[in-house]
């Protein structure tokens, strides 16, 4: 079994920042890619940025380029989502994905609120 355990997230202000991280823990075996998918209410859950193992940054939300950074540490098996200038509709529960040699694994999700 993977667990993937998300920590961060909470309440920001407009225009403030936020940090998440995404740790992989178990039989991990090999991770590769691993990214961050949000669900706001109401709506699908969205891919928000995605990276492969040597770091490169697959996907990048247009919504969120030039705000957010995604980033990993293959030592630690973490994901990382720098979110910065957050914005109202940013709020959503956040998501960490990692693609195994098993599959996808998710994790539980952290919300993300952000006021006006």
């Known amino acids: 079994q993977v667990q993937l355990v998300e920590s961060g997230g909470g309440l920001a202000q407009a225009g403030g920042s936020l940090s998440l991280s995404c740790a992989a823990s178990?039989?991990?075996?090999?991770?590769?890619?691993m990214g961050w998918y949000r669900q706001a209410p109401g709506k699908q859950r969205e891919l928000v940025a995605k990276i492969s193992r040597d770091g490169t940054v697959n996907y990048l939300n247009p919504s969120v380029k030039g705000r957010f950074t995604i980033s990993r540490d293959n030592a630690k098996n973490t994901v990382y989502l720098r979110m910065n200038n957050l914005e109202p509709a940013d709020t959503a529960v956040y998501y960490c994905a990692a693609e195994l040699d098993s599959g996808v694994g998710w994790g539980q999700g952290t919300q993300v609120t952000v006021s006006s």
């Open positions: 178990g039989r991990i075996g090999s991770l590769h890619d």
